[in-house]
């Protein structure tokens, strides 16, 4: 069983200012609600019981919202004193992790059966596995290689097939995983252009496996009018 999930949501968002202002953009508003909490209403009813909530910009908003507890599961946070990217705040929040666990996007929704995901990656013997979508939006997401047994054999930012499959910001960790990488503390790194080529350059055990639940990345104005629509209480 996961219990723990690390939420990045640290990210300036610049690219939702223009119509999320003085905001985090996790704690953007869909339907009168914050967006983050439709991700943990949802990893809650998955069975996540612990959150660690990795905040930085607007840091506050997010703190003084959910407090130390949310529903029936416990809340944590690390702050980011300085911008770490995504791989720099995971190495940062993940310290003292000893049991697999989850790591989210704060910007991103995708409904992943977690028990499929805990039986694949024990079937593979994975040390870090990513949930993956199709996506026909040419250039957007990284596109990910994957050999017949979900093995990951490439990652490619900004891929150019008019089908691909991309990552969906929603991934199962083994704390050994992180260990095998030594990346030093404290320092900024992107968990998607520095970590994960690197863990493959390793020869490591990193998987990938399709999901077709709903998706939704409120990172971009459209898309963040979209989530009005496709997510609901």
């Not at 690390?6 to 968002?13: E, M, P, Q």
């Amino acid at each position: 069983m996961v219990t723990t999930a690390i939420i990045l949501a640290g990210g300036l968002g610049t690219r939702l200012k223009k119509v999320v202002q003085d905001q985090p953009k996790p704690m953007a508003l869909i339907r009168g609600r914050p967006f983050l909490e439709y991700q943990i209403d949802f990893w809650i009813s998955q069975g996540v019981t612990k959150f660690i909530l990795s905040v930085g910009y607007l840091k506050q908003t997010i703190i003084d919202h959910f407090g130390d507890s949310y529903h029936t599961a416990s809340i944590n946070y690390f702050v980011e004193d300085e911008p770490l990217g995504t791989g720099g705040a995971l190495l940062f929040a993940a310290q003292g992790l000893t049991e697999t666990f989850l790591v989210l996007n704060g910007d991103t929704f995708f409904e992943v059966n977690l028990n499929n995901l805990i039986a694949f990656h024990k079937k593979q013997q994975a040390e870090l596995t990513l949930s993956l979508f199709k996506s026909n939006q040419l250039g957007r997401y990284m596109e990910v290689d994957l050999a017949d047994d979900g093995k990951i054999l490439s990652l490619q930012s900004g891929g150019n097939k008019l089908t691909l499959l991309a990552n969906g910001g929603v991934y199962l960790v083994n704390p050994s995983a992180l260990k095998r990488l030594n990346d030093k503390l404290y320092i900024k790194s992107s968990l998607e252009n520095d970590l994960l080529p690197k863990f493959i350059s390793l020869g490591s055990g990193l998987y990938g496996l399709e999901s077709t639940g709903k998706f939704i990345d409120i990172g971009v104005p459209e898309d963040y009018y979209r989530a009005q629509k496709i997510l609901k209480d």
